[in-house]
């Protein structure tokens, strides 16, 4: 009986032992419950308190943009027709954008460059652009702030300063805004619409090339400035590329009045980092791994190229993955440049379809230049051959009335049929 009772006396204290343990362990429960509710109600609220204050930024900033404006009726875009303002942006963003900016990393892309497919991107990055509007140029900064302009509104997307996680959204109507412009800095750069610090954005890759475009784009845009000379073009490159790779380029430039007209630098990924320039003469093609050594620099000018012309890459898939994203358009994949020369095949593997496609395009350009002036200087010297026959058939006429000697005809011929 005793054992009995011993045993009865051990299950019952294991049995409160067990209901001890799993109270304790039910209160644990709740208790981690409890904190995971107020974790989480915290977390909301600070979700709603954020939120909050990114929908209160994104008011002020448009209030304070509308205030600083004038009270003008027509912006630095709405006063310039549509139709014009397209044609000068792709004129633009080729001609000045392009060159000296990497096309995988630049963080603008403009019209007409902005397929069906990246609106889609765009679209859900910013929800509040509808996709109604053609858009005319589009940032996107690497913290996953968002610009987005056309003619007509100004859609963006700022970082909170509180917590960056979190973004202001909001339309500004263009006639509010009189200017946009970026002040470069060292390490960040500040978006100012007029005038305003709209958007602090840290500088990374060629963020730097961007804003120098960006800005000349603004300024010609409130100039009403649509021109774009050969100059203006040099002048910045120059800025971009800096002055070490811009005097490079010159020691291959023959001629006084010879201007940079486009510069693209090789992929970083590529081992054989070449880059190729155009000038209004010639193309310029030069080993960046052996800066300065002839040997690895090639010259082709355009009245010696016979044709130019893209093919498609065989590794350009592959590559494209590695450092595009997929929302871009077909024209950022990587190509072959093809450049004939007497017979000569030159090919180039390290540049994007938009980015060959340029380069060509400048060649046909001053090709066609090179033709107009030699059909010029032809036409020059048809024009003189019948003044000079008429003037020898004049001076035969003198010759033959007894006005002038045998002997001063043919002086007067001599110097007649010289310049024929």
């Known amino acids: 009986m005793a054992f009995m009772d011993k045993m009865k006396d051990m299950a019952g204290k294991a ?59 027509e912006s630095f875009m709405s006063q310039v027709p549509e139709k014009e303002l397209l044609a000068f942006t792709k004129d633009f963003y080729e001609k000045m954008v392009l060159p000296g900016s990497k096309a995988s990393v630049s963080c603008i892309i403009m019209h007409p460059y902005i397929d069906e497919k990246k609106v889609k991107a765009i679209q859900k990055k910013i929800p509040i652009y509808g996709g109604e509007e053609t858009i005319i140029l589009y940032m996107n900064e690497a913290e996953g702030q968002q610009f987005l302009l056309t003619r007509d509104h100004f859609y963006f997307k700022v970082c909170l300063t509180e917590d960056k996680k979190f973004y202001a959204q909001g339309t500004i109507d263009c006639k ?51 021109e774009i000379a050969p100059e203006e073009i040099d002048r910045l490159i120059h800025e971009k590329i800096g002055d070490k790779i811009y005097q490079h380029i010159k020691k291959y430039m023959t001629y006084e009045d010879e201007l940079v007209m486009y510069y693209a630098g090789g992929l970083d990924s590529l081992a054989a980092m070449d880059y190729i320039a155009c000038t209004t003469k010639q193309i310029i093609i030069v080993n960046r791994e052996m800066l300065g050594a002839t040997s690895n620099v090639k010259q082709f000018y355009y009245e010696d190229i016979t044709s130019m012309a893209t093919e498609q890459n065989s590794k350009s898939d592959d590559l494209l993955v590695a450092v595009i994203d997929s929302a871009l358009t077909a024209a950022l994949k990587i190509c072959d440049l093809i450049i004939m020369v007497a017979g000569t095949k030159e090919k180039i593997s390290t540049l994007y379809t938009i980015e060959a496609e340029r380069v060509i395009a400048i060649y046909h350009e001053y090709r066609k230049e090179l033709k107009k002036g030699n059909q010029a200087t032809q036409t020059i010297i048809q024009q003189k051959e019948p003044d000079v026959l008429e003037q020898l058939e004049k001076l035969s006429k003198l010759k033959d009335s007894g006005i002038i000697s045998e002997e001063e005809f043919n002086q007067k011929k001599a110097v007649l049929l010289e310049k024929l």
């Not at 994104?58 to 943009?65: A, D, E, I, P």
């Not at 990374?204 to 300024?219: A, G, H, P, V």
């Open 15 to 73: 049995k409160s032992t067990m209901e001890s343990a799993a109270q304790v362990a039910k209160e644990k429960y709740e208790q981690v419950k409890q904190e995971n509710a107020e974790k989480k109600a915290q977390k909301e609220a600070y979700i709603a308190e954020m939120e909050g204050k990114a929908a209160e930024y994104g008011k002020s900033l448009c209030s304070v943009v509308k205030e600083k404006g004038s009270t003008t009726p």
């Open 176 to 226: 509010d805004i009189d200017r946009i412009r970026i002040e470069n800095g060292n390490s960040e750069c500040i978006l100012k619409v007029n005038e305003v610090d709209f958007a602090t954005i840290k500088i990374r890759d060629s963020y730097k090339q961007d804003f120098i475009t960006l800005n000349e784009y603004f300024k010609n845009i409130v100039e009403q400035d649509f």
